[in-house]
């Protein structure tokens, strides 16, 4: 049995990488993968609880614990979901990863990100391959309030927070070639899909 690949999609809100996410997996279905898409916060029945403490829970954390908790959440969603599909050879399409820690509580909230560095070399596993899709701040925020849900604990931070947010992303990419590939997320849904498609065809 050929182990899967373990894909992410990583950005900040209105992004597109949910849109993307189904886009993606779909495409790989038709290639005749088998493809599991999941995300986090969550992704595993403890990883879930441990979401609505996170998201909507009305506790303001300190930086290091929100950071713990979200590594809680990982740990428990890679042991239960993502490593037993992949050894099963299924293709994984993960809606955020621990980039997203990094961007959101180290850049995004000053949370100490050699912390989180070590967190995530804790974990040992990391990404096949990692899609960041970037777009201006103007058209994620457009794309966040058309979109109509009502805002969870990250979504009702500051303008300044998302810039802090998309730099971090952009950071990340730069930082980690191999595994990151930074897409224009700006287009159109077909266009965007056609890039992330032309990353996957040649990364992996
Ligand atoms: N490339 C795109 N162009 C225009 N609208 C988009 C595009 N990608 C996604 N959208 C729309 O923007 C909103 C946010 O997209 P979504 O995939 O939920 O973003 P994310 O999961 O990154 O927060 C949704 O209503 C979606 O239909
Ligand atoms: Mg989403």
């Known amino acids: 049995m050929t182990r899967g690949r373990f894909i992410t999609l990583e950005g900040g809100e209105g992004a597109g990488k949910t849109t993307q996410a189904v886009r993606l997996a779909a495409a790989l279905e038709t290639r005749g993968l088998s493809v599991l898409r999941t ?43 993502v490593q037993p599909a992949l ?3 299924t293709w994984v399409v993960c809606d955020r990863f621990y980039d997203s820690t990094m961007a959101y509580q180290g850049f995004g909230q000053g949370a100490d990100r050699a912390f989180i560095a070590a967190q995530i070399g804790l974990l040992g596993f990391a990404p096949d391959l990692t899609l960041v899709l970037d777009v201006p701040d103007a058209v994620a925020a457009e794309r966040t309030r058309r ?58």
């Open 39 to 81: 995300r986090e916060p969550g992704g595993a029945p403890g990883a879930e609880v441990l979401r609505g403490i996170l998201l909507d829970g009305g506790i303001d954390w300190s930086p290091r614990a929100e950071t713990l908790l979200h590594f809680a959440a990982r740990a428990e969603h890679v042991a239960r979901t």
């Open 87 to 89: 050894e099963a050879g």
């Open 147 to 204: 979109r109509g849900l009502a805002p969870d604990r990250y979504e009702r931070e500051n303008a300044g927070f998302h810039a802090r947010v998309r730099d971090g992303f952009r950071r990340i990419a730069a930082a980690e070639p191999r595994r990151c590939v930074l897409v224009n997320a700006a287009g159109d849904i077909e266009i965007v899909h056609a890039a992330i498609m032309r990353a996957v065809s040649e990364r992996l």
